[in-house]
């Protein structure tokens, strides 16, 4: 048998994954109060490298924005984002005309599908005190049948997502946030309608896991197929053992290990304070993988012929009058979709 931990590795903003997930990256940003125009003021916008800053100097970066952190307007094609949003605010705009601004544990599924363009903004709506932001964006990928689906945006309220939580006598926490597949008989939220999650025999499992000093979490064993990341971005070390304690190891802040999917595993906070950490799982779509930036296809010529189509179409163009559209003052959560529909939180 091979090793039931198959390897170990640091964390960074963006971390390592396995098929059938094609990336992951952790964003948290200690913004500062905004300047009126949702951004910082120009005085600390100063010595950056602006479009393209991915250092967290003073303990944020405004990645591709200008005036507002976030990522303007930019293409996808062939897999699916989904973004959870711990802290803050996100401003969705897309190509179809969808907007929405949410977080405090929203998520975000969007497929791309065939092809759409999409700003994700993070607007600093407090002008009188700082505006701290942490989310996960995931990047699942999706199979050759349905690379030319739909573009389809679907909002996760965290009002509905399913959370299993208990505490020992002494209140000890242990919770587990489901942002797809199951745990413990609690069924999450459906994604989007063609992605990989949606059919339960790809086992995807996204959990969020917060345990208290001293709390266990036990995760059962899947399949010989099965990916299985853990990750480790809260708090100073977690113990993970395998079910017949044959094999043990130790994770410190911010890093993660890669575990054997037909292994149970018991996950144990062996330190002193509340650990967090994201699970990431699932059965690995066994079909090519050609990515070029933000295209995920099977060939190099589809790789070619979504460049091509970008050019020619635009996936349906930008209906915004600026490339980092913001959504108001308000801190407000909202998705107003392409149909029309319209939920507010």
């Known amino acids: 048998m091979g090793k039931k931990i198959k390897q170990k590795f640091s964390l960074d903003l963006h971390w390592p994954t396995s098929n059938p997930f094609l990336f992951c990256a952790h964003h948290k940003d200690n913004y500062p109060q905004g300047n009126g125009r949702f951004g910082p003021s120009s005085e600390l916008l100063k010595g950056r490298n602006i479009g393209n800053d991915f250092v967290a100097r003073d303990g944020w970066r405004m990645y591709h924005g200008s005036v507002v952190p976030g990522f303007p307007v930019h293409p996808h094609r062939g897999f699916e984002t989904v973004t959870v949003v711990l802290e803050g605010l996100i401003d969705h705009s897309d190509s179809h005309g969808a907007a929405g601004r949410y977080g405090a544990g929203d998520i975000q599924w969007m497929t791309a599908g065939r092809g759409m363009q999409h700003a994700e903004m993070f607007p600093l709506v407090h002008e009188y005190k700082p505006n701290p932001a942490e989310l996960f964006q995931i990047w699942l990928n999706l199979p050759a049948k349905n690379k030319m689906v739909e573009p389809h945006y679907k909002m996760l309220w965290a009002e509905d997502v399913p959370v299993v939580e208990t505490r020992s006598e002494r209140g000890a926490l242990k919770q587990v946030r489901i942002i797809a597949g199951n745990f413990e008989e609690r069924q999450a939220l459906s994604p989007a309608p063609d992605s990989w999650a949606g059919n339960p025999d790809n086992h995807v499992r996204i959990l969020l896991i917060r345990l208290d000093p001293g709390q266990r979490l036990e995760i059962d064993a899947i399949s010989t197929s099965l990916s299985r990341n853990l990750y480790l971005y809260v708090g100073n070390q977690v113990d993970i053992q395998d079910q017949d304690q044959s094999e043990s190891l130790q994770l410190e802040n ?92």
Request: no cysteine; glycine share 10%; hydrophobic share 35%.
């Open 254 to 345: 911010n890093q993660g290990a890669s575990l054997d999917g037909n292994t149970a595993f018991s996950i144990v906070n062996s330190g002193v304070n509340a650990i967090d950490l994201l699970l990431l799982e699932g059965e690995p779509i066994m079909e090519p993988i050609v990515q070029y930036g933000p295209f995920v296809m099977n060939t190099q010529e589809e790789i070619s012929k979504a460049f091509l189509d970008f050019r020619q179409t635009g996936f349906g163009g930008w209906p915004w009058d600026r490339p980092d559209p913001v959504h108001g003052s308000e801190a407000r959560r909202f998705a107003r979709y392409a149909d029309g529909q319209i939920e507010n939180r």
